[in-house]
């Protein structure tokens, strides 16, 4: 028996979905969670897709999601708009902002939507990519459902990893993709170095007294480092606090002290904000002249002297196009521990495992 | 004598001015460029104020800048606009392209101006603020004039410094104000080192063999390491590049290896691109209750625990906020090399020195 199974897309997706159905969404509602979910793994956005089920379920069981939720927009101007996700699951409540910033974007050139009551919506890139089917633009800001980023020289975590997410379009070339934390390393590259029992590098994290903290088992005891570490991270701080007051305090959405860490609370709501902007290239000028630019640009890069040592210079998303064909054909891997969780969410809720028995 | 001298801002806009007159600009022109240059050494942005001005001077006689540029709006949506700056001085293009964001967010929402043929226009942080006074948001985004960062692994300096800058307003509380070049360290940060004979720290530049550069002097063999240092660098990467398409290439302008090193450069149309985006608070909810969120949020940050050692939690941009009000009272200092560069401009205008003797 392999160590690590797969399992196809389309499985994966409906098998996300009964769950999320018999948890008692509406069946397209659902669908869109799954969709959204299993394309997260797809990418290779392996912390953001099914692995989140098991909590979510939790979440969902305890009342801390409401799965019949009234999204509505509460405040709408030409250019903008605010939807209160009325504690749904975020991937419905920003799938629902990507669209109606795009509609928005076709007249006025640029939309820009906040979200209030919303929840963890997945990677930011799923969000941000969704304009570039309309030869878009997207940019994605999220504050992030745990605070473990002090202000620089703190010690009180009132920050979170807050993370910024960008996309744009290309021709030939597949779109340039940006998504990153604004912390040298996101929380959860800490807890997979603590489940296979390796250590970090110095730069992640430091402890109390500012000093270097690589023993995972320990983070409890230290802060994540914000981007630009020990020579500067002010300027990270700087970018997960204005990150924050556009995706959750412009919003009213929970921003600083008001943030509940959902990985320990499953009934509280989150007040999770979220905003998307949407640029039209076409306001700007010719959109396959645009193209033809992003194209060379990718190609001088591509093309261009790589240090000793190094294979190939990459763009941007390139490692998820890669992972998202990739997995397309092979398959999404399925770590034994996560298959584990996944069987006994299957058992509890009465539906097929994701990978039956012969 | 003092080492340093310095000088009333309504003294250091004359100056400007009446050199910038001399030069050619029309009177209201200069006033405006003058008073921008003024205000970036009055709060602190010493790299881009004043000192500048032998070097704007030299393009100008080059042929290298319009002094009378027709700017004019080539590109018009209700919420986005592009303006060709006809190779006049940035200062003129993008301070007209923050007052046409402002108009425009007043009734969608959010804009975003974008420019062509512009300069080099001064700290960022300038035109990022000038919403602030009208309760909006304002962020902004420029390709920097010369390219000192290759791609991640890379030797080719495709790249340049790619400032954001992003101001949030408060309300008893100072607006928050963030600007920051996307590597580690700003370039004339590294010439400051060389000037004074000092050693760099590790993990501002790296040789071409990928290891530590620490003497300024041979900044020439080696490339600035974008924001994320060697450990998470690709991030700092990835976002100068973000910017630079969403600044130079979204507007027609120049990115990559059509920029222009104006360093060294006296006569090339540059094709300069900056991008602003306004976002009108009102169209989000209440101004007062945001300007409180964001009141209290500062106050939080502020009080909050700090490590051994430190004295003080900051938040972006107050420091600048103190160089104002202790520059407005005590006069802006002017090295001794910056003043002897001016007096010889001075000479050659045939206009005043900036401090008389008696």
Sequence with gaps: MPSEQTVQLDRLTAFIREALTVLGLPPADAFTVAALMAEADLQGSDGHGVTRLPQYARRIKAGG?????????VRDHPGTALIDGDNGMGHLVMKRA?????????????????SQFSNHAGPASLYASMPLAHDMIGLYFAVG?????PPWGGLD??????????AVPAGKERAIVLD???????????????????????????????????????????????????????????LALIIGLLAGTLGGA????????????????????????VINVAAFGDVDVFKSSVDRLIGDLRNSSRMPGVDRIYVPGERSHETRERRRRDGIPIAPALMRGLDKLAAELGIACLIQEI
Excluded: C
């Excluded at 023993?215 to 005891?221: G, N, Q, V, Y």
């Excluded at 921003?255 to 989150?270: A, E, H, L, P």
């Design 65 to 73: 999601f409401n799965v019949r939720p009234d999204i509505k927009v």
């Design 98 to 114: 990507a669209e109606m910033a795009i509609e928005k974007a076709r007249n006025t050139g640029i939309a820009w939507v906040n």
């Design 145 to 149: 459902n745990a605070n473990h980023l």
């Design 157 to 166: 975590m009132l920050l979170s990893t807050n993370p910024v997410a960008a």
């Design 180 to 238: 990153m934390a604004t912390t040298v390393a996101a929380y959860g590259k800490v807890k997979t170095k603590a489940l296979r029992g390796e250590t970090m590098p110095e730069g992640w994290m430091i402890d109390r007294n500012g000093q270097p903290l690589t023993d995972p088992k320990r983070a409890d005891e230290g802060m994540l480092l914000p981007l630009g570490g020990m020579e500067a991270g002010y300027k990270g701080y700087g």
């Design 254 to 277: 929970a921003m600083g002290r008001d943030v509940i860490d959902f990985n320990r609370d499953d009934d509280s709501v989150t007040n999770t904000g979220q905003a998307i902007a």
